[in-house]
C-alpha cells in the first residue's frame, strides 16, 4: 500500500489563483481607458468623410519617412549618450547627480514650444554654438538635423528616467557576486547590469520614439523644413486645403499671428543681425510730425425767430 506522502509525490495538486482586482479601483481604471481610446476612436471615424487621396499624397509619404527615420536616429542617439548617464545617476552617490536629475526634468517643466525657443537662442546665429556652425556651415535650423535635435531634446528625459529606474532596481548583491568572480566593470554592466534592466531600457525608447514622432512644439520652430507628420497640416495655414483633410489643418495649425506679432517684437532669431549700413540708413530718416486736421469753420449763431 502507497503512503500518502509517495501518493502527493506522485500526482501534484498545486493550483495558483490571481488576487481579485476589487470592483471600484477597475470601473476607475476602465473610465481612464475610454478618455484615452474614444478621442482616438473619433479621429479615425471621422477620416472617412476626408480626402482619401491625401492621406496617400507624395508629401504625405515624404513626411512619414522624415518623421520615421528622425526618430529613429534621435532615439538611437539619445539612448547611447542617455544610458550610460542614467547608470551613473543610479549607481553614484556624488551630490552632482541631484542636479542632473533636475536638468533630466526640465524639457518635461517646460512648453515644447519654449524648448524650441532654447534651442533656437543656443543652435542659433545669436548663439555661440550657432555662430560657430554658421562658420563651419552647418546651421542646423530648417533641416534634418534641427528636427533630429528637437526630437532628441523631448525625447530625453523618457529615457533617461526609464533607465535610471531600471538601474536602480538591479540588486547590488547580483553586481558584487560578478565583481567577486573575476568580471571586470564593463563585464560586469555588460553581461549582468544591462540584461537585468534590459525591459526598464526598453520601455523608455519606445516611449522617447514615440513621443519623438509626435513632437509638434519645439520641431516646427528649430526645423519648419522638411515636413513631417505633426507639422504638415501646418504647411498649408492661409491657403486652400488641397493636399490634406481640412479639418485637420484647421484642428491642428497652430496661432501664427501671435506667434508673428511676438516675433516683431523680439526680432527674427533665425536670421543674422542687420548690417550697420542699414541702421545709418534708418538713422537718416527724419522724424516728421503727423499732420493735424484743419479746424472747422465757426458758424454764427442761429437768431431766434420768436417775437
Known sequence: MRQPAERAAGRSTITTTGDRVPVSPMLAGFALLALLVFPFLSMVSALAS?????????????AMWTTIVAAG???????????????WMARSSSRLRHLAVVAVLLPLAVPPVVGGLELVLWLGPYGWLGKLHDHVGLNPLDTIRGTILAQMFIAAPFVIVSARAAFSAVEPAVTDAARSLGCGPWRT???VTLPAARRGIAAGLVLGWLRAIGEFGASIIVAYHPFTLSNLPAGGYGRPCRRGPCWLRSASSPPWPSWRSMSRGAGDLRRPPRSPRSRRARSRIRWRPP?????????PPRRSTCA
Open 73 to 87: 536616429v534621435a532615439i538611437l542617439a539619445d539612448a547611447a549618450l542617455g544610458i550610460p548617464l542614467a547608470y
Open 50 to 62: 476626408a480626402e482619401h487621396a491625401a492621406l496617400l499624397s507624395r508629401d504625405t509619404l515624404d
Open 291 to 299: 499732420l493735424r486736421p484743419a479746424p472747422r469753420a465757426s458758424l
Open 189 to 191: 554592466l555588460v553581461r
